[in-house]
């Protein structure tokens, strides 16, 4: 079957890193996104890797290695306003895209 | 990207009765789609909306609970009938479009969710 992993919650501080990853078993791969949902809104577009390597939008930064089926969103300088989940998902070989269930992000003061 | 407008935002409805869900994009688009989202858990595919043509259900999801309706290139909705407890959940319209990126990229309205008692 195919499948999503990613953390159910993490805690972070302001002004920190926080790096979430995301494992992926699909059948077949045509790119992997990241989404930002905060509580209560719809997701919203962040990131987009097809090919292997770093992929930088400001504080946010999305990684992709096909080989291990592995990605990871890297959020910098964090900001209260980053409190949200956060939405890993692929397009598999059918176009069809696969889900993750989202890591919870809480940041504290 | 286009603005999706999705009604009601939030209800609460008796088992047994029916409530459709209204989604109105600002630009013309080929294909919607229709997600749940429930709580804790990833978003799943319901159906995709064609204009002129049938909806298609995904796997576990058919017409008689789900139906859907796409007179025209702007707007959609869903229905959900007959509803139980279960049906208790957060309903997305979404829409695809092009990015820079080159990533055929979902835009979502706001979600409905829905209370059933």
């Known amino acids: 079957g195919q499948n999503i992993d990613q953390p159910t919650e993490m805690t972070a501080t302001e002004g920190a890193i926080v790096q979430i990853n995301c494992t992926y078993q699909?059948?077949?791969?045509?790119?992997l996104f990241w989404y930002q949902q905060h509580a209560g809104e719809a997701p919203t577009f962040l990131s987009y890797n097809v090919l292997d390597g770093l992929e930088e939008k400001g504080r946010f930064s999305s990684f992709l290695s096909r080989s291990k089926g592995y990605s990871y969103l890297l959020l910098k300088e964090l900001q209260m306003k980053d409190s949200a989940s956060y939405l890993c998902?692929?397009?598999?070989?059918?176009?069809?895209?696969?889900w993750g269930a989202g890591t919870k992000l809480i940041i504290k003061p | 990207s286009a603005v999706i407008s999705q009604k009601p935002s939030r209800d609460i409805c008796q088992r047994g009765t029916s409530l459709t869900i209204q989604c109105q994009v600002d630009s013309q688009v080929t294909m919607m789609f229709w997600y749940r989202q429930q709580p804790g858990q990833s978003l799943t595919l319901i159906a995709t909306a064609n204009q002129g043509s049938e909806a298609t259900y995904e796997s576990g999801f058919v017409i008689d609970k789900f139906p859907i309706s796409r007179p025209n290139l702007t707007f959609s909705t869903l229905t959900v009938s007959n509803m139980s407890p279960e049906d208790s959940s957060i309903y997305l319209c979404?829409?695809?479009?092009?990015?820079?990126?080159?990533?055929?990229?979902?835009?979502f309205g706001a979600g409905s969710r829905l209370t059933v008692l």
């Open positions: 998902a692929v397009r598999d070989s059918n176009y069809q895209l696969i």
């Open positions: 979404s829409v695809e479009q092009g990015a820079a990126s080159g990533a055929n990229v979902l835009t």
């Open positions: 699909t059948s077949g791969f045509n790119g």
